[in-house]
């Protein structure tokens, strides 16, 4: 292997995309090639590396344990030649440049907002962001993919720097009609022939469930596990059960009543938000610039938009 002379950065920006939508044709539409030229540049990227990339499965593709560890690698090399540029449109100053931000799933509900505003003030800035799970960010962070991330739990894994961005209260509800709707500080164990709605294993509200539960020596009657807290928050809605779940994943079904907040004793749980990036990562002045104004305005914005909430709990 020679992949100096042999490999294009044009091949491991195209192997990088494919890899991500496991898709020629969605790789082929993102790039603005033709699924055809896209088929060709990672074949000569195949003949280059001397091993098979990608395997056939059913219609779509898969990445073989060779592609699985390419595109860590693709990635980094693409994050430096990004983060060169950026270092160079750096000198013509902070207001230009061109920043990638990951959140968490529950953080897509108020950064959006946050990146708007942000963008407002600093047009010369432009902002990427990607919504994941933890760990899919924490990967992000370490291939150099993404310079901050937004997360719930600072990441002891990696060697990365968290920053306390704004508290993060976890609120118990119900459905509109729920009979303990009003009542004041009532005890957990009045839920107890309730169901609990969970989101899966190993995410962080189920975490911070699971703490609830145990700390109120309480165990629920029957429990329910969803992959989402849009599902979460339908199946209330519903009359399903009750849940656990972070406030600021509610702003529409709060203000509209369709979900009541109970005012279980223990609750809201304080939870906080953190901004990351690695230790190794040179933020440029658009990064820094961004981060300082999370650091600056997110608990003021998430409090103006929420706190009416608790206190009418």
Same mark, same amino acid.
Request: hydrophobic fraction near 45%; charged fraction near 20%; include cysteine.
């Given at each position: 292997?020679?992949?100096?002379?042999?490999?294009?950065?044009?091949?491991?920006?195209? !192997?990088?995309?494919?890899?991500?939508?496991?898709?020629?044709? #969605?790789?082929?539409? %993102?790039?603005?090639?033709?699924? &055809?030229? $896209?088929?060709?540049?990672?074949?000569?990227? +195949? *003949?280059? $590396?001397?091993?098979?990339? !990608?395997?056939?499965?059913? #219609?779509?593709?898969?990445?073989?344990?060779?592609?699985?560890?390419? $595109?860590?690698?693709?990635?980094?090399?693409?994050?430096?030649?990004? *983060?060169?540029?950026?270092?160079?449109?750096?000198?013509?100053?902070?207001?230009?440049?061109?920043?990638?931000?990951?959140?968490?799933?529950?953080?897509?509900?108020?950064?959006? #907002?946050?990146?708007?505003?942000?963008?407002?003030?600093?047009?010369?800035? %432009?902002?990427?962001?990607?919504?994941?799970?933890? %760990?899919?960010?924490?990967?992000?962070?370490?291939?150099?993919?993404?310079?901050?991330?937004?997360?719930?739990?600072?990441?002891?894994?990696?060697?990365?720097?968290? +920053? &306390?961005?704004?508290?993060?209260?976890?609120? /118990?509800?119900?459905?509109? *009609?729920?009979?303990?709707?009003?009542?004041?500080?009532?005890?957990?164990?009045?839920?107890?022939? +309730?169901?609990?709605?969970?989101?899966?294993?190993?995410?962080?509200?189920?975490?911070?469930?699971?703490?609830? !539960?145990?700390?109120?020596?309480?165990? &629920?009657?029957? =429990?329910?596990?969803?992959?989402?807290?849009? =599902?979460?928050?339908?199946?209330?809605?519903?009359?399903?059960?009750?849940?656990?779940?972070?406030?600021?994943?509610?702003?529409?079904? /709060?203000? =509209?009543? @369709? $979900?009541?907040?109970?005012?279980?004793?223990?609750?809201?749980? @304080?939870?906080?938000?953190?901004?990351?990036?690695?230790?190794?990562?040179?933020?440029?002045?658009?990064?820094?610039?961004? #981060? +300082? !104004?999370?650091?600056?305005?997110?608990?003021?914005?998430? *409090?103006? %938009?929420?706190?009416?909430?608790?206190?009418?709990?």
């Amino acid at each position: 292997m020679n992949f100096v002379r042999t490999l294009t950065l044009r091949q491991l920006q195209i !192997f990088v995309v494919a890899a991500r939508h496991l898709s020629y044709a #969605r790789a082929a539409e %993102e790039l603005h090639l033709t699924p &055809p030229a $896209v088929s060709m540049q990672l074949k000569q990227l +195949e *003949d280059n $590396v001397g091993l098979p990339l !990608f395997e056939r499965m059913g #219609r779509g593709v898969a990445l073989t344990d060779a592609g699985e560890l390419l $595109v860590h690698h693709a990635l980094r090399v693409l994050g430096e030649i990004k *983060d060169a540029e950026a270092n160079l449109q750096a000198m013509l100053g902070a207001e230009s440049g061109q920043i990638s931000v990951g959140l968490v799933s529950t953080a897509k509900y108020y950064m959006p #907002r946050l990146l708007a505003r942000f963008a407002q003030q600093h047009p010369g800035i %432009e902002v990427q962001f990607s919504v994941g799970n933890r %760990e899919s960010l924490l990967q992000k962070l370490q291939d150099n993919a993404i310079d901050l991330a937004v997360m719930g739990r600072i990441p002891t894994e990696i060697d990365a720097h968290a +920053e &306390p961005l704004a508290p993060h209260p976890y609120v /118990l509800i119900g459905p509109a *009609d729920h009979p303990l709707r009003g009542a004041r500080r009532f005890d957990l164990h009045e839920l107890r022939h +309730e169901t609990f709605l969970l989101r899966e294993e190993g995410s962080g509200s189920r975490r911070v469930a699971e703490e609830m !539960f145990k700390n109120h020596l309480f165990t &629920p009657q029957r =429990t329910i596990s969803m992959g989402s807290n849009e =599902t979460i928050k339908q199946a209330v809605m519903a009359g399903m059960g009750v849940a656990l779940i972070s406030l600021h994943t509610l702003p529409l079904e /709060l203000k =509209t009543g @369709e $979900v009541s907040v109970l005012d279980a004793i223990g609750t809201p749980i @304080e939870r906080t938000w953190y901004v990351v990036h690695m230790n190794a990562k040179r933020l440029l002045p658009a990064g820094q610039r961004f #981060r +300082e !104004f999370l650091l600056d305005c997110a608990a003021e914005a998430l *409090d103006q %938009e929420f706190a009416v909430f608790l206190q009418t709990a």
